[in-house]
């Protein structure tokens, strides 16, 4: 579990890191974050190809499930995109995300067939109760239009999720990923060869930030790549996503460190002050939560108490 726990780390990492984008006007709108995290998702393969197996190997089902994945990831990141750019708060974002716990469990038993032990439904439950304690507060100041947007971005990051899941289960995990990251750069190659205003866009951007955009991503990437790791290797695919809802935490603590450290510089902004700041309010509840999520993960490596 401890490369979930890794994986959540670092998507917190990275969600304060786009909020800092999104608050100071370098994404100007939901596709271009959408793009450039697209686009760069090409930066593991160097890496992974020497890694992989005999692609003559990979059984056409397994290799359209880690394709089919991809996609569903790029769609999840364009709605958590359009999301953002309306609330500007990655933990709101990512508390909605945290819905995996409920929609991974029910998905792997339609897709793959998955059944579960009682006591790994029991942790489920606790997660979840665990979740609902962080959006009881969230929802009713939410637009009903951007509520749609974040259940779209969990249904299609589930569906990401159980889909490499499968795949991981046929083929060998760098044979998974490469096609995972393959599928989702030519979503984004396709979406800039049809829009020529974002191509251009996508163009200036990275040659003004693209050094910042590697360093971006690679957290982002080092995320994917640590949670279907730890998706290979847990006896379920529930175990993760349960163990991955750590994350609401992993962003309070990372905008909180973020404002302490860049408080006296002028770098950053009021609007991304007052976002991160916004990032680390509720702390009770997410303390209650966490609390939660913790007795989930402990009754999934202990069993319930006697």
Request: net charge positive; glycine share 6%.
């Amino acid at each position: 579990m401890m490369l979930a726990l890794l994986a959540a780390a670092l998507w917190a990492l990275s969600c304060v890191i786009d909020v800092c984008f999104v608050g100071e006007g370098i994404f100007t709108n939901p596709m271009d974050g959408t793009v450039i995290t697209g686009l760069f998702c090409i930066l593991p393969l160097g890496l992974l190809l020497p890694q992989a197996g005999a692609w003559h190997d990979v059984p056409m089902p397994a290799g359209v499930a880690a394709a089919s994945a991809g996609i569903f990831y790029f769609l999840h990141v364009y709605f958590y995109f359009r999301a953002l750019f309306a609330l500007n708060d990655g933990s709101n974002a990512e508390i909605f995300n945290n819905l995996t716990v409920l929609f991974v469990p029910f998905l792997a038993f339609v897709i793959l067939g998955e059944r579960l032990p009682p006591v790994i439904y029991v942790a489920t439950l606790l997660a979840f109760a665990g979740v609902i304690v962080l959006l009881r507060g969230q929802v009713g100041r939410i637009e009903p239009r951007l509520i749609f947007h974040l259940m779209l971005a969990v249904v299609c990051v589930s569906l990401s999720t159980v889909l490499q899941a499968g795949a991981l289960q046929q083929i060998e995990y760098a044979n998974a990923v490469v096609i995972f990251s393959v599928a989702c750069f030519l979503c984004s190659v396709l979406v800039v060869v049809a829009n020529r205003s974002l191509r251009r866009n996508t163009v200036g951007l990275c040659r003004r930030f693209g050094a910042v955009f590697v360093a971006m991503q690679a957290i982002d990437i080092a995320a994917v790549l640590a949670s279907q790791r730890s998706t290979e290797i847990a006896p379920s695919v529930t175990l993760v996503a349960i163990t991955e809802s750590t994350l609401p935490l992993f962003i309070m603590i990372f905008s909180l460190g973020t404002v302490l450290v860049l408080r006296y510089r002028s770098t950053l902004s009021a609007r991304v002050r007052a976002a991160l700041l916004t990032q680390t309010s509720g702390w009770h509840s997410k303390t209650l939560s966490l609390l939660l999520i913790v007795s989930a993960i402990a009754v999934m490596q202990f069993g319930l108490p006697n």
